[in-house]
């Protein structure tokens, strides 16, 4: 029996055949569900994959993983950028007291990934050496475990959260 | 909900709080611009900010009758306008002057995603100078002695792939091509020479070619030629593979095409020039960037034959760079300190020993810096010509400034570049965005 609380706190059972009967939820959320959808992965890949170009940058000073890592942020920064529109828009459009305690900390993770990858942009602008050691590849720590944590919160809420079928939990 | 509000409000001061202590890194640099010129100048530690601190002056050029200032006693007369982004001056000893007009045509390859916004900044600083007229020219311009009008220059030498240097040895005039040094045969008087000119040497371009100016002078007996190679780079961010023989001065011997590296470790060195009556080679340098607004100097300096200046793992002599991997402790001893401090990011791009009779006698045997003006630091640095007066062949006391107004309310009229001083001792400023050749003249002989 899912309650109303269960509902609120996003305790709702993952496969969608025993979810209570969708809420009505609005043409734009439908729209900009699945783009979300379809967009938030590629940015989560690009920054970790930027954690391990700068290590290997610190190991070896070689200026082609340097340049990996600025081509890397600065593309999942692109790609996040419109993931986290698509996101708010969700978010308006849904009605933001159907979010939930997962949904919420989903979007705080996910805000959070691109805030600190948007310094850490910066700070790999520097010609060399410090763009890297020590702040650079610590901020591409940080940031790519505030995006895999993004990542995790979804095994504790339907995806349907986010989903073209369902609605928000 | 106003909760949420609050927190939303508490977060933006916290990123406020960051932005502004990150900024106050910078802070560690507030100094005078004076304590830095000379042969001492304060180095404070590198400082850094999140944002990079700058200041692009627009280009509005000179409208009506606009000048730029010099001091009391003396006059300034465009000689040249609407030009082609003209940046290197050289005087023939009839009177005769040439205007080297050049540009940068191919864009620096996309290694990296700053890449195009400095390549946004490069070209706002330069004002589309000259618009799409050709460029990439030598002119000669023959003073008519008209007063004060603007005289009407002729072509030369058409069809240059960026040139800047050019020196007169007897009846052979090398240019200094951004990729090679050109020969011409051509004797004072002539308007114009015949033929595409003869390869002496390669010099070190593209692709990258990021410091393309080659500035070029000959010892007194013209056995030797000297070049600046800038480096590819601002601190050694696209390998030292791309410097092979680059941040260098080089001396080539016309006769054979044969060349050895006479200086290291000189980033951007322009300007060459033997002091008068020496075997002393003098250069302006560009230093580096992003060190912070007040660092690191850029110089004057006599170039000592094989030294090594620092360039790109140390400056100021010993300072060692911490951008620069793998660090090199072995050059970084053998470093020596230049000579004489110019204030951070001037761009000095051109030098020239007062050898006339015309000006007051502190002037004579003084230097006369060009510099091009500031763009990565807040308060701009520069957009002027500097005097430097020299006793005993050195330079003393600190640069006094000679042609200003150059900046005006944040605008750039116009950039001072390469200079010269004619047969009759004025001397030739050219001012690359504003597209026009400036004549200083002495009102009174003192």
Not at chain 2, 245 to 262: C, H, L, M, T, Y
Request: proline residues 8%.
């Amino acid at each position: 029996m899912v309650t109303l609380r269960d509902i609120r706190d996003g305790h709702v059972p993952l496969s969608s055949d025993n979810a209570p009967m969708p809420p009505a939820r609005s043409r734009v959320a439908s729209v900009a569900a699945p783009i979300y959808l379809l967009l938030f992965p590629i940015p989560v890949v690009l920054f970790v994959a930027a954690v391990v170009t700068d290590v290997a940058y610190s190991a070896s000073a070689f200026l082609m993983w340097l340049h990996f890592s600025q081509w890397l942020i600065a593309a999942g920064l692109a790609f996040g950028a419109v993931a986290a529109i698509a996101l708010l828009v969700v978010v308006f459009a849904s009605g933001a007291n159907r979010v939930g305690t997962y949904g919420w900390s989903h979007l705080v993770l996910f805000y959070a990934a691109l805030i600190i990858e948007v310094f850490n942009a910066f700070i790999h602008t520097a010609d060399g050496w410090t763009a890297v050691v020590p702040i650079g590849v610590l901020l591409s720590i940080v940031g790519a475990i505030c995006a895999l944590a993004a990542v995790g919160t979804l095994f504790f809420m339907p995806i349907a959260w986010v989903s073209a079928r369902g609605a928000p939990a | 909900m106003g909760v949420r509000t609050g927190g939303a409000g508490m977060k933006r001061h916290i990123a406020l709080v960051v932005c502004l202590s990150l900024a106050a890194c910078g802070t560690g640099q507030n100094i005078e611009k004076s304590t830095q010129y000379g042969p001492t100048p304060d180095i404070p530690e590198p400082s850094r900010t999140l944002l990079p601190q700058m200041k692009v002056a627009d280009v509005v050029g000179w409208s009506g009758g606009d000048k730029p200032t010099v001091p009391q006693g003396f006059r300034i007369d465009a000689i040249a306008t609407g030009l082609s982004s003209p940046r290197n001056i050289y005087a023939l000893p009839n009177g005769d002057l040439l205007v080297i007009e050049s540009k940068k045509d191919a864009p620096e390859p996309l290694e990296r995603p700053k890449r195009p916004v400095m390549a946004w900044i490069e070209k706002k600083a330069h004002g589309g100078s000259g618009g799409e007229r050709p460029s990439n020219r030598v002119l000669l311009l023959r003073h008519a002695d008209s007063g004060g009008k603007p005289d009407t220059p002729t072509v030369l030498i058409d069809h240059l792939n960026s040139p800047f240097g050019v020196v007169l040895v007897g009846d052979t005039l090398y240019v200094a091509d951004t990729d090679a040094i050109l020969r011409f045969p051509f004797k004072v008087g002539q308007t114009s020479v015949d033929g595409p000119g003869e390869k002496v040497i390669d010099l070190p371009a593209g692709p990258i070619n990021h410091h393309w100016t080659k500035s070029l002078t000959a010892n007194a007996d013209g056995s030797k030629l000297y070049v600046g190679v800038g480096s590819n780079s601002n601190a050694m961010e696209r390998g030292i593979e791309a410097e092979t023989n680059r941040a260098a001065i080089w001396e080539v011997d016309p006769a054979s095409g044969a060349f050895k590296v006479f200086a290291r470790g000189l980033r951007n060195p322009n300007g060459l020039t033997f002091y008068p009556g020496s075997s002393t080679l003098w250069a302006v340098v560009n230093e580096r960037d992003e060190l912070g607004p007040n660092l690191v100097p850029d110089y004057l300096t006599s170039v000592k034959p094989g030294a090594f200046y620092g360039w790109p793992y140390s400056y100021w002599g010993q300072h060692v760079d911490p951008r620069v991997r793998p660090q090199r402790s072995d050059l970084v001893k053998s470093a020596i300190a230049p000579d004489y401090g110019l204030s951070s990011h001037v761009a000095p791009l051109g030098l020239a020993f007062y050898t006339g009779n015309s000006f007051p006698s502190q002037f004579h045997g003084g230097a006369f810096v060009g510099e091009h003006g500031s763009w990565n630091r807040p308060e701009p640095n520069g957009y002027k010509l500097v005097f430097i007066r020299f006793e005993n062949g050195r330079p003393v006391g600190d640069p006094m400034d000679f042609v200003t107004g150059f900046l005006e309310d944040g605008k750039a009229h116009g950039r001072p570049v390469g200079v010269a001083v004619d047969r009759t001792g004025a001397l030739i400023v050219a001012d690359d965005v504003g597209n026009t050749v400036w004549r200083v003249t002495a009102e009174t002989k003192s």
